[in-house]
């Protein structure tokens, strides 16, 4: 399996551009999650979805920031306008229902710089 | 989510078994002890979990405490590779699948050579 796969792994945007993250999590997983990682903050979640379904998205900063789930192998996190504070690493997750272990397996992420 | 707490950051030379701390006195019943690393420029990755009994896995080992206010992750031999942030989470096993894993600063390992 190819895991988590993420793009772009960088951007870099100007400020009051719009920004689209990419996930397409593990086949065959139910639930995926968008994190944020920044140095002040450390690793957050913003939204996650069971069976495309948004289910808690308390951790998404402000109405910039929206997240689809349009099937179950892609989800994009989309930044309106993007702004210098949300420069970040996002990270995407997933994550078998059932599984005992309750793991999460993340991607890569994507860098993103807010110029 | 009940809290944990961990050092900073650690040390450890290469080849050397190395013991990272967590502490979780408010712990409940229902909570399993879960230890995810994250090497740079990578994303968190699992380590190991249990509930009450000591684990053993091919990456480490998880020594809980009787009381379960506190548990240990053991690496047995550093190496190089194992340089990351180790963080230490409860997870309620009651929880209807739903919660997030809240991961708080974690310990940073360094290996030296």
């Known amino acids: 399996d190819a895991g988590v796969i993420q793009s772009p792994r960088h951007e870099v945007t100007e400020m009051g551009q719009e920004v689209t993250l990419r996930c397409k999590p593990i086949s065959g997983h139910d639930y995926l999650f968008w994190y944020r990682q920044t140095m002040m903050r450390g690793l957050e979640l913003l939204i996650y979805f069971n069976n495309n379904v948004p289910i808690d998205d308390s951790g998404m900063p402000e109405d910039r920031f929206s997240a689809k789930m349009p099937n179950a192998s892609f989800s994009t996190l989309k930044i309106q306008p993007s702004e210098p504070r949300d420069s970040a690493v996002y990270f995407c997750?997933?994550?078998?229902?059932?599984?005992?272990?309750?793991?999460?397996?993340f991607g890569p992420g994507t860098r993103l710089t807010v110029l | 989510d009940a809290k944990t707490t961990q050092p900073n950051s650690m040390e450890s030379n290469e080849e050397e078994p190395v013991h990272l701390p967590c502490n979780h006195s408010t712990i409940s019943g229902t909570d399993y002890i879960h230890w995810y690393r994250q090497l740079p420029s990578q994303g968190p990755e699992y380590v190991i979990h249990?509930?009450?009994s000591n684990v053993n896995n091919r990456m480490a080992s998880l020594a809980i405490a009787e009381d379960r206010k506190s548990s240990t992750l053991i690496l047995h031999r550093a190496t190089l590779r194992d340089a990351a942030v180790y963080y230490c989470?409860?997870?309620?096993?009651?929880?209807?699948?739903?919660?997030?894993?809240?991961f708080g600063p974690g310990t940073r390992l360094s290996v030296l050579p």
């Open positions: 997750a997933s994550r078998l229902a059932g599984d005992h272990t309750d793991t999460q397996y």
């Open positions: 989470i409860l997870r309620d096993v009651g929880d209807n699948y739903g919660q997030n894993f809240v």
């Open positions: 249990g509930l009450t």
